[in-house]
């Protein structure tokens, strides 16, 4: 009669915990829930902190970005090269003309870069 009732129920049919698998499956869904809640409010908390940011270069997602590093060494470069030319030639000269160009479109495109688009 307990048997059956017990099967009837869905209820553990022994005293054992460790055989019943309802329970063992309830709690590992419970702790799926809590990580995956917990991970959205980290991620919820980035994306708020990242909104609220004025510079958008100082979050630190956008701070290990590669596309952000690339940016920063293309630049670099560019100036290295303008700055050896500014020493063979006048300012005026076709050639530092055309890095001074090369280096403001990719400062304008390091500035024009939008945050949320850094971000994973």
């Known amino acids: 009669m307990q048997f059956n009732y017990a099967k009837s129920h869905n209820l553990p049919l022994t005293t054992d915990p460790n055989s019943n698998l309802e329970a063992k499956r309830l709690a ?3 702790n799926q829930l ?8 980290n991620l919820q908390a980035q994306y708020e902190a ?4 004025n510079d ?9 970005s ?6 920063r060494e293309r630049i670099s470069g560019l100036k ?5 030319l500014l020493v063979i030639y006048t ?5 530092l003309r055309s890095s001074t160009r090369k280096s403001n479109r990719s400062r304008q495109s390091w500035q024009r870069r939008p945050p949320k688009s850094l971000l994973p």
């Open 28 to 30: 590992t869904l419970s």
């Open 50 to 53: 990242a909104v609220k940011e």
């Open 80 to 84: 290295e090269k303008r700055d050896a």
């Open 34 to 41: 809590l990580e995956a809640e917990n991970e959205r409010k």
């Open 91 to 95: 300012p005026s000269g076709p050639r």
């Open 56 to 64: 958008p270069f100082s979050i630190p997602d956008v701070q290990s």
């Open 66 to 71: 590669a596309r952000v590093d690339k940016l």
